[in-house]
Protein backbone atom coordinates (compact mmCIF):
# COMPACT_ATOMS: atom_id res chain seq x y z
CA UNK A 1 0.00 0.00 0.00
CA UNK A 2 1.26 3.49 -0.80
CA UNK A 3 1.98 6.23 2.12
CA UNK A 4 0.43 9.31 1.06
CA UNK A 5 3.53 12.08 0.85
CA UNK A 6 1.80 14.57 3.49
CA UNK A 7 1.65 11.50 5.65
CA UNK A 8 5.40 10.73 5.26
CA UNK A 9 6.68 14.39 5.74
CA UNK A 10 4.06 14.45 8.89
CA UNK A 11 5.79 11.12 10.24
CA UNK A 12 9.19 12.46 8.96
CA UNK A 13 8.35 15.57 11.46
CA UNK A 14 6.98 13.83 14.01
CA UNK A 15 9.84 11.69 14.65
CA UNK A 16 12.07 14.52 14.60
CA UNK A 17 10.03 16.05 17.20
CA UNK A 18 9.90 12.96 19.33
CA UNK A 19 13.89 12.12 18.83
CA UNK A 20 14.58 15.57 20.35
CA UNK A 21 16.00 16.63 16.99
CA UNK A 22 13.44 19.58 16.65
CA UNK A 23 12.72 21.03 20.67
CA UNK A 24 9.59 23.04 21.91
CA UNK A 25 9.81 26.58 20.34
CA UNK A 26 12.38 25.73 17.52
CA UNK A 27 11.07 27.38 14.35
CA UNK A 28 10.56 24.06 11.37
CA UNK A 29 12.18 24.68 7.85
CA UNK A 30 10.37 26.83 5.88
CA UNK A 31 7.58 26.10 3.19
CA UNK A 32 10.17 26.59 0.00
CA UNK A 33 13.12 24.74 1.97
CA UNK A 34 10.56 21.36 2.63
CA UNK A 35 9.32 21.25 -0.94
CA UNK A 36 13.54 21.27 -2.14
CA UNK A 37 13.84 19.01 0.14
CA UNK A 38 11.30 16.06 0.21
CA UNK A 39 10.11 17.20 -3.61
CA UNK A 40 6.55 18.03 -2.92
CA UNK A 41 3.71 20.41 -2.98
CA UNK A 42 2.43 23.60 -0.92
CA UNK A 43 -0.78 21.80 -0.58
CA UNK A 44 1.69 18.43 0.57
CA UNK A 45 2.89 20.58 2.96
CA UNK A 46 0.12 22.87 4.66
CA UNK A 47 -1.83 19.00 4.92
CA UNK A 48 0.90 17.64 6.92
CA UNK A 49 1.32 20.50 9.36
CA UNK A 50 -1.95 20.83 9.70
CA UNK A 51 -2.51 17.21 10.72
CA UNK A 52 0.90 18.23 12.98
CA UNK A 53 -1.08 20.95 14.59
CA UNK A 54 -4.37 18.71 15.03
CA UNK A 55 -1.83 16.36 16.69
CA UNK A 56 -1.03 19.47 19.56
CA UNK A 57 2.94 18.44 17.82
CA UNK A 58 3.35 22.23 16.11
CA UNK A 59 1.39 26.01 16.71
CA UNK A 60 1.33 28.05 13.53
CA UNK A 61 2.05 31.95 13.53
CA UNK A 62 0.11 33.84 11.49
CA UNK A 63 3.18 35.56 9.12
CA UNK A 64 6.20 34.10 11.06
CA UNK A 65 6.31 30.39 10.30
CA UNK A 66 5.49 27.01 12.15
CA UNK A 67 6.97 26.14 15.91
CA UNK A 68 7.65 22.99 17.90
CA UNK A 69 4.64 23.18 20.47
CA UNK A 70 5.33 23.05 23.75
CA UNK A 71 4.43 19.79 25.86
CA UNK A 72 0.83 19.52 27.13
Same mark, same amino acid.
Given at each position: ????????? &? #? =??? @????????????????????? &? #? =??? @????????????????????????????????
Amino acid at each position: MRVAKWQKL &A #E =HIR @SQIEAGELKPGMKLPSTAWLK &A #E =HNV @SDSVIRYAMHVLRVEGLVESVHGVGVFVAEPE
